[in-house]
């Protein structure tokens, strides 16, 4: 009986210790396409706005399947009729900037949102806000969509009042067993006068933790960048805006980048951060018979490695950046006792 109390203690320890190691998991190091599709519009499905509808709020649902978001698995969501859906339990925020709005990081409110696009969106005459799953077997998708939608001041001078000549429809898609994201665009006919901000892409446990895109006067839908920073927008009027089937999607990253920063355990450090041509990293105590540090961009490709042998005590590395394009990056230290990884910024 002793042996089989000590197992299961030391199984207790293991858990534990393993447990507290689990690292935070990021949405940032999610691929990203973008590429030509088509939008199916929604036949039946649950209907939840219409013409009245004005920073509305609608949820829980239940997804229908376990969705795999940044290494969670959600059951449910809430709609919002600013343009995103947000997954796990009842949220009690509303945001026409839900990506870098900052109020949820206290109360959780509008934490791990999907932004198809967020703005201040209201109902006119033919909008229709509904949700569908569709498929079958392990290949359920669940779809929202918000059909003919307006903008709230549309004349081009900041007014709050409603437009008359926005026709905006998109969806917001989730697959089942891939995890995949996808935002698909329909008809996306904005005022001749306007000049939208709104924000798309993902965020996670904050604001701090994003995977937007940015249009702006030098890009199009179709060539969008990465953004560096929470509060990036996609610049939308009647010349600048997706056209019908334009599709970003997100999918998870399959590198192993997405233990990201263990609060529990730190091996290294990094300095300065934001970087421009080099940055040092420092290890105070490694012991490893091998041990490799890489860099990942934001789309989880390996843009710098570099493998050792044979380190016991302070370690250090001064590593060129100079070459790399301003924007997010992980680096990560990998040994045969451990692996960590950081958040690096070039500018």
């Not at 089989?4 to 203690?9: A, D, G, S, T």
């Not at 229908?64 to 600013?82: L, Q």
Request: net charge negative; aromatic share 10%; with cysteine.
């Amino acid at each position: 009986m002793k042996k089989i109390y000590k197992l299961q203690f030391q199984f207790s320890l293991f858990s534990l210790f393993f447990i507290t190691l689990m690292p935070a998991q990021t949405v940032a190091v999610y691929s990203f396409a973008q590429t030509s599709s088509s939008l199916t519009p929604l036949v039946g499905g649950s209907v939840l706005g219409n013409s009245t509808n004005d920073d509305d709020l609608f949820g829980p649902f239940a997804i229908g399947f376990s969705f795999n978001y940044h290494n969670t698995v959600y059951t449910n969501f809430s709609v919002n009729t600013n343009g995103y859906i947000v997954l796990g339990a009842a949220t009690t925020g509303s945001s026409t900037a839900v990506l870098s709005d900052a109020m949820s990081n206290t109360n959780g409110s509008i934490n791990n949102a999907i932004a198809g696009l967020s703005e201040d969106l209201i109902g006119q005459a033919g909008s229709v806000l509904s949700w569908q799953v569709q498929g079958s077997n392990t290949n359920h998708i669940l779809v929202v969509e918000w059909k003919n939608y307006n903008m709230y001041g549309t004349d081009g001078f900041g007014s709050a009042v409603p437009g008359t000549n926005d026709a905006l429809t998109f969806q917001i898609q989730l697959y089942q067993t891939s995890n995949k994201i996808q935002v698909v665009y329909g008809t996306m006919n904005a005022d001749t006068l306007a000049h939208y901000n709104p924000e798309v892409g993902l965020r996670g446990n904050s604001n701090t933790d994003f995977n937007n895109r940015k249009v702006n006067a030098s890009n199009t839908w179709a060539t969008s960048v990465a953004g560096t920073v929470n509060n990036d927008v996609c610049l939308l009027n009647s010349v600048k805006h997706p056209l019908t089937g334009q599709a970003y999607t997100w999918t998870r990253t399959s590198v192993g980048v997405e233990n990201i920063e263990a609060e529990a355990i730190s091996l290294f450090d990094i300095y300065p951060n934001p970087a421009s041509a080099t940055v040092k990293l420092s290890v105070p105590d490694l012991h490893a018979d091998h041990f490799t540090i890489s860099i990942y961009n934001i789309e989880g490709k390996t843009v710098y490695s570099e493998k050792d042998t044979n380190v016991i005590g302070y370690f250090s590395k001064q590593i060129p950046t100079e070459n790399l394009a301003k924007g997010i990056y992980y680096i990560k230290l990998d040994t045969d006792k451990g692996a960590d990884v950081k958040k690096l910024v070039i500018q």
